[in-house]
């Protein structure tokens, strides 16, 4: 019996927000620190997990099971393969960068770290879970503390409406998801919720074509498939900073990750018929998604709508099922991740200084704020996909994948590419560079110590990520070939 | 000596009913309230645990010439009911008027009392006993406030109604002693073995009787106005441990005594369901008034509840049995927080809710836990609670049922995240909060805490209790 390092994982944060709850209102302090000391020990502990996992061997690793409800086949039973171990890493990272960015939030924090890392839990737990009742139960603990974190602590003008769409959308996704989950259990004949079992259960071709669309876009709604894709944009404007950075960084890949996991990975007949109309969808996203993107004048919908773009670019490598196209879609989920995050934490810093995301009325904060503007202008170069940076190593396999299945698809999708680069660009100078509106001037605080090392932390992700690809794309290879093989050795 | 282990929650009730009735007398006024609440919830608590330690059914077992069934099923109800009642006995103890009066608590362990023969009988004499037994108690306490007109116009509302469909019920009983020649539950089945104008009608007469114990449409209408004027804790008493006497008798009723028409009546029930969820819920989103919302929100809850039933099968009473256990949890828990609430803020308006977080976290958060248990949320009870239901409908192809019961969980959690944004998100008039903080007496505080753990244990550990129902649920089939 290994250490259980799954399982601490999963449940540190949850077991650090019962803690926090216990502390008086006042007591910020000791919250924050507790929140830093948790988030450092989850990313330390994920790390771990990442970095010991056994490439070599590949499959499931760190396997843990315990019987939860014999009578339905129901266990607790974690396990991380090559695709789900960036994820746990990626999670860690943005809960530590998260708690950094939060540290001044004055409005009960207690309650605020408390939420946020119960959300933590459940998408830890998601990525972990090898028993689809229990990828459902950490699923939906990752869903509703969104809406407190965002309903209370968000954007004031649009926080009310935007956290219970969100909200709506999301737990519609999950219990459509559920009703085909449930219908997968008694097909199977087997009596199990085990993921590892239901993957062998060769339901017949004609049940998986019925129920592969339930289960698929049901997870896909967090995932931000077009067009159940209207959520996530007013979400992550409306949310505060840390958990647009956590919703956009980490939530949205739990939905593409769900929709791989138990849609195309239990249903892969099902994945095969349906994967055009995926494909379709995905296409629609990464187009559309840019070229909103490209017409919107608030900083966070322009990166809002970014991630609804670049996620269409995961699904998009789905949907080919091919060796490429999944690949890069594994490696997309963990660049994005860290990119988006570190976008959202930018444009947080900016609107915390300046108080307006209106882009007409920023400039020059290059000037004022050096640092953010670096970090922002090498999330753009990962935006587009530029060689050298994360966003490469992970779109261009994905470009071979489309190629590979129809080079129709390639080309439109190629075109993305080019508003991405207009727009980002576009972005950058108005905002860090030119002139700063007079009534700004004096008046940008530099930003704090916590602010400048999770920048150079994000940062310092990208671009090791982009230079030596082999710190990831072996681990998300291994994954990939397990996928593969339930798709019939493709 | 087993038939009166059989009785001995039962022996214990009414004396501990004698002891309060003796206490009263000599209380004097500072202490009534403390001696008689105690006494009553600790008495409870008591019978809990012995009959947990002496009474437990091996066999299931015929006692007193038929009358009453000596199972697991029977048991595990009467456990649901001790409990609510206790819990209900310290939620009493904080309503002024009700507080100090011995009745009250003798009404509420006379009503325990006759559910707990609710849940053993075994024939239709006992049947109809024990059920004017709860329902005359719960009448009395629905109009206790004799100076409220609202509680007056709550227990009279209650018991015409209550009085109308029993009398219906009733007359369906004397019709199948009439053609059947028999009074047994257990001696029905063979009487009842096709489906014919006579079983039809006896089917319907009865499930009136029933439908409203449970809230079942379309005899739900009753509800909001009854849980609206009753006295807070009454009208949770009333939501749960009343709510669950009705399922109990429709599961041993139906099951055992129409085995042969279960198709039919199975698909009777599930369009009931199916109507009793969506009405509930869409009603609910409507309400401004907290109890009012939360009765149209337990009305939805046994269209859920049914769900299991319908599914007529050994998962499927099981899993109505762990659903009624974690709605039992919950909606105890809500009903508390509203009276404790409502008696500081003396209003049940949801928007008197405004700033709670901020009044008094603890209870928020009480909040918070509570409803998204209701709602359906993970990792309080009502999530598992929900999922078994659907699995069980799945398993015998009602995935209708099971898409209806999904959509309504959104509806409800539409509804249920709307109270928590006025408690959370939402600050008073004024913003000084700190100058008006929520209070909780100590009755509140055990209570509550002990809700609270109860809907997460349910939440998380869910196989012991769910081994718990599965037991009962063996006995049926």
């Not at chain 1, 530590?96 to 408390?114: H, K, N």
């Not at chain 1, 259990?185 to 049940?207: C, I, K, R």
């Not at chain 1, 993305?416 to 972005?427: D, E, F, G, M, P």
């Amino acid at each position: 019996m290994h250490f259980p390092i799954l399982s601490v994982i999963v449940f540190t944060p949850v077991c650090a927000a019962l803690l926090m709850l216990l502390y008086k209102p006042d007591q910020k302090k000791a919250v924050r620190i507790t929140a830093l000391v948790t988030a450092g020990v989850v990313l330390l502990l994920s790390t771990i997990v990442y970095f010991s996992y056994n490439k070599a061997v590949a499959g499931y690793q760190f396997v843990e099971k315990y019987s939860w409800m014999p009578f339905l086949g129901i266990s607790l039973h974690f396990g991380v393969d090559g695709l789900s171990a960036p994820l746990v890493l990626l999670t860690g990272i943005v809960m530590l960068t998260g708690v950094m960015i939060s540290w001044g939030i004055e409005d009960r924090p207690r309650e605020f770290f408390a939420f946020l890392f119960f959300l933590a839990s459940g998408v830890l737990g998601v990525f972990a879970s090898l028993d689809l009742f229990m990828l459902f139960f950490f699923y939906e603990i990752a869903v509703f503390p969104m809406y407190l974190l965002i309903s209370i602590w968000g954007w004031i003008k649009t926080r009310e409406y935007a956290a219970m769409k969100l909200t709506l959308y999301l737990f519609i996704g999950s219990v459509v998801a559920l009703v085909g989950a449930l219908a997968m259990y008694w097909q199977s004949g087997q009596h199990t919720f085990d993921m590892l079992v239901l993957e062998h259960a060769n339901f017949p071709v004609s049940f998986q074509n019925v129920w592969f669309p339930f289960v698929f876009l049901g997870f896909a709604v967090l995932g931000g498939l077009f067009p159940f894709h209207n959520w996530s944009p007013d979400g992550h404007v409306a949310a505060p900073t840390a958990v647009s950075m956590f919703h956009a960084g980490v939530l949205m890949k739990l939905g593409a990750f769900a929709a791989l996991r138990v849609g195309i990975m239990l249903l892969p007949e099902g994945a095969k018929t349906w994967h055009w109309v995926i494909m379709g969808l995905a296409l629609v996203n990464i187009v559309y998604g840019a070229l909103i993107a490209s017409v919107q004048t608030d900083f966070k919908y322009v990166i809002g709508f970014s991630s609804v773009s670049h996620m269409g670019l995961v699904m998009m490598g789905f949907a080919t099922l091919t060796r490429e196209g999944l690949t890069g879609a594994g490696l997309q989920m963990f660049s994005h991740g860290v990119m988006t995050a570190l976008f959202f934490a930018a444009v947080g810093m900016v609107y915390d200084r300046a108080h307006t995301r209106d882009i007409p009325k920023l400039g020059g904060m290059a000037g004022p704020l050096p640092l953010v503007a670096v970090g922002v202008i090498i999330g753009s170069l990962v935006s587009m996909g530029m060689p050298g940076f994360s966003g490469f190593i992970a779109e261009f396999p994905i470009f071979l994948g489309i190629w590979k299945t129809q080079w129709v698809v390639a080309v439109v999708a190629a075109l993305s590419i080019v508003i991405t680069a207009s727009y980002v660009l576009l972005v950058v100078r108005r905002v860090f560079f030119g002139r700063m509106p007079a009534e700004l001037e004096g008046h940008i605080r530099p930003i704090n110590a916590f602010d400048k090392i999770a920048l150079v932390l994000l940062c310092a992700i990208m671009v090791g990520l982009g230079l030596f690809p082999a710190l990831m794309v072996p681990w998300v290879q291994t994954g990939v070939q397990h996928v593969l093989s339930l798709l019939g050795g493709a | 000596m087993s038939t009166l282990q059989s009785i001995l929650p039962e022996i214990l009730l009414l004396a501990l009913a004698v002891i309060i009735l003796i206490l009263d007398p000599f209380l004097i006024e500072a202490r009534r309230r403390l001696v008689l609440g105690w006494v009553t919830a600790g008495g409870l608590v008591a019978i809990f645990a012995v009959s947990l330690l002496a009474g437990r059914p091996g066999i299931p077992l015929l006692v007193y010439g038929g009358m009453l069934r000596f199972d697991w099923l029977g048991f595990l109800f009467t456990l649901f009911f001790l409990f609510s009642a206790a819990v209900s006995a310290l939620f009493f103890m904080d309503v002024d008027r009700l507080n100090r009066r011995a009745e009250a608590y003798l009404l509420l362990l006379a009503a325990a009392l006759g559910m707990s023969l609710m849940a053993a009988s075994a024939d239709l004499i006992m049947l109809y006993l024990a059920i004017e037994m709860t329902s005359i108690p719960l009448y009395l306490l629905g109009g206790f406030l004799t100076q409220d007109e609202k509680s007056t116009e709550s227990g009279f509302k209650y018991l015409l109604f209550g009085a109308l469909t029993t009398t219906v019920m009733l007359y369906g009983f004397s019709l199948i002693y009439g053609f059947s020649g028999t009074t047994s539950l257990y001696a029905l089945s063979s009487h009842f073995s096709k489906l014919d104008a006579l079983s039809a009608g006896v089917f319907i007469l009865v499930l009136a009787g029933l439908a409203f114990k449970v809230s079942l449409f379309p005899l739900q209408f009753w509800a909001p106005d009854v849980y609206e004027g009753a006295p807070a804790p009454v009208a949770g008493f009333l939501s749960t441990a009343s709510k669950a006497a009705g399922f109990v008798v429709i599961l041993r009723l139906f099951v055992v005594a129409f085995p042969a028409l279960s198709a039919n009546w199975t698909t009777i029930l599930a369009v009931l369901s199916a109507l009793t969820m969506t009405v509930g819920n869409l009603i609910a989103l409507t309400q401004k008034n907290i109890k009012r919302m939360l009765a149209y929100s337990s009305i939805a809850h046994a269209g859920y509840a049914m769900i299991g039933i319908v599914a007529y099968s050994q998962l499927g009473a099981s899993s109505t049995i762990f659903y009624l256990i974690a709605y039992i949890l919950t909606n105890l828990a809500a009903f508390g927080i509203v009276t404790a609430f409502g008696r500081v803020a003396g209003s049940d308006e949801i928007s008197a809710y405004r700033g709670l977080s901020r009044r008094n976290s603890a209870l928020a958060l009480g909040m918070l836990v509570s409803f998204l248990s209701l709602a359906g949320m993970p990792p309080f009870g009502g999530f598992v609670a929900k999922v078994l239901v659907f699995t069980a409908a799945i398993q015998n192809g009602y995935i209708w049922l099971a898409v209806v019961g999904v959509l309504n969980s959104i509806v409800g959690l539409y509804y249920y995240l709307n109270v928590l944004k006025v408690v959370y998100l939402y600050r008073m008039e004024g913003e000084d909060e700190e100058q008006h903080p929520v209070a909780l007496s100590r009755p509140f505080v055990i209570s509550l805490s002990l809700l609270m753990i109860g809907i997460i244990l349910v939440g998380v550990l869910f196989a012991p209790w769910f081994n718990w129902a599965h037991g009962a649920a063996l006995n049926l089939f």
